[in-house]
Structures are given as C-alpha cells and as structure tokens.
C-alpha cells in the first residue's frame, strides 16, 4: 500500500493583490521503502510540495493520505501527532538553535516523541549517526560555531532520532560540497536499501536526483514525471 498519497492537491499564497498558484493539481503515491527525488528550478513549488507532504501545511484543495489515512480534516493537534509519528523533517534552512549544542539540538524532536526510550539510549543512536556522518567529534559545539556543511548533518540527525518512517529532505545537500554531498546521500540510500525507510528528496542537482528509485520534476507548481 502507497504510504503517502496526494489527490489533486493545490496551494496557493496570496501575495498582496497577487495570487501565487505554488502547487497546482499535484496526484502523487510513494510507496515504502523508494527513494524518490523531486527536482525543479527555484520558485518552481518544491518546498511547498514538501509541507503539503509532510503535513505541515493543508492543501487549499485535494487531499494529502498518510498510510492511508485522510490529513486536512484533522485538528492541529491530531496533525501534529501524525506529522511526529511519521515524519523526520531535513528542512532547508536547518531551524538549528544558535547557542545551543548539536547534541541539544538533535534531542528536540525526542521531547514530542511518544516512544519510550531513556536519554543514554538516545545518546547512543545519536553517536551513531553521528558517526556514520563524520560529525561525532562536534556533538558538543554550539550550533554557532559549525560550518555550514556540519549544521546540515546536524539537521541530518535530528531529523533521524525518533526512527520515523518517512524522511523529507529539502535540498539536503545544498551547502555541501560534492564529497559530502555523496556521503549525505549515500547515507539516506542505505537507510532506504537496509532499513526499508521511504525518502523523499528535493534537490535541484540531477545527480543527486539520479540516486533515486523515481524522479519528478516541478514545473511553476506542476508535477511530471522526469
Ligand atoms: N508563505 C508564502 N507566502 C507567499 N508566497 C509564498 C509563500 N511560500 C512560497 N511562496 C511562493 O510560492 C512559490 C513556490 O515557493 P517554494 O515552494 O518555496 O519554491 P522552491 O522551494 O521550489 O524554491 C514561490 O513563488 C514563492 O515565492
Ligand atoms: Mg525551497
């Protein structure tokens, strides 16, 4: 069974006297286990596309299913139980807290988590992570002090911590340079291919996007396959 549906999804953002169609009549499955790449110029609706995914935002029309389940005529509360329960979030400009360090950063999501686990088995995954991604050794900067290759597999790992089934990653590897770049992905393929994880990447560089299961491609808000 496809995992996340969009049905005919639409969002558009008034912008003073102008009405931005973002994402228009967007129909879409994914399925368990793929890795999938959205690719498209800047503008084009991407991110967009990825909170209507994500459950962060609410289609102005269609619908968005997460295992199967209607979204958009759910409470904010509900909503949010769905996004935390499914989603690990890579989001474009990180949301990391300045002073706070890495690991502090990391261990937010663990707050809102409805799992069990104690804070040294947190810690544990977290260092695992860590290390498959080269950053065990600034666990314990401050956010202010990484580089801007560092701060994105921070965010890599906070996304990861609370084991969800679904990561979205918006430009993931944008302020990578190419050897990072192909350990970032490299990295998300393996959490596709042995642990049976669904990613959905959103990049505007063809060969991230050739890593992938399936590429799309948006096109001012419209979705076709690549
Ligand atoms: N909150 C918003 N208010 C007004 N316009 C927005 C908002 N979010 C996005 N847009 C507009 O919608 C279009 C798509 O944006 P976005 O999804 O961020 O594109 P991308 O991620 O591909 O760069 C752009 O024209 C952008 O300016
Ligand atoms: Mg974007």
Do not use: W
């Not at 490299?186 to 992938?212: G, P, Q, S």
Request: aromatic share 6%; charged share 25%; net charge neutral.
């Amino acid at each position: 069974m496809e995992l996340l549906s969009l049905r005919n999804a639409s969002k558009s953002f008034q912008d003073h006297d102008k009405k931005i169609h973002a994402v228009s009549n967007i129909s879409l499955d994914i399925f368990s286990g793929e890795m999938v790449a959205i690719i498209g110029p800047s503008g084009s609706g991407k991110t967009t596309l990825l909170n209507l995914m994500g459950v962060v935002s609410v289609p102005d029309l269609g619908e968005v299913f997460v295992n199967g389940q209607t979204t958009s005529n759910l409470s904010d509360t509900k909503r949010c139980q769905i996004r935390n329960h499914f989603f690990g979030y890579i989001v474009q400009d990180f949301a990391l807290i300045e002073e706070d360090t890495a690991m502090q950063n990391i261990l937010v999501p663990t707050l809102y988590s409805k799992q069990k686990r104690t804070s040294t088995e947190y810690r544990f995954v977290v260092e695992d992570l860590a290390n498959k991604l080269q950053v065990k050794d600034k666990l314990k900067t401050k956010v202010k002090n990484l580089s801007g290759g560092e701060r994105q597999r921070i965010a890599i790992i906070r996304s990861l911590v609370c084991n969800q089934q679904i990561i979205l990653a918006d430009e993931p590897t944008g302020s990578l340079d190419e050897e990072n770049a192909n350990i970032v992905i490299e990295f998300l393929r393996e959490l596709v291919n042995k642990e049976n994880k669904t990613v959905v990447i959103v990049t505007h560089d063809l060969n991230i996007a050739k890593r992938c299961d399936r590429i799309f491609k948006l096109t001012h808000g419209t979705l076709s396959a690549f």
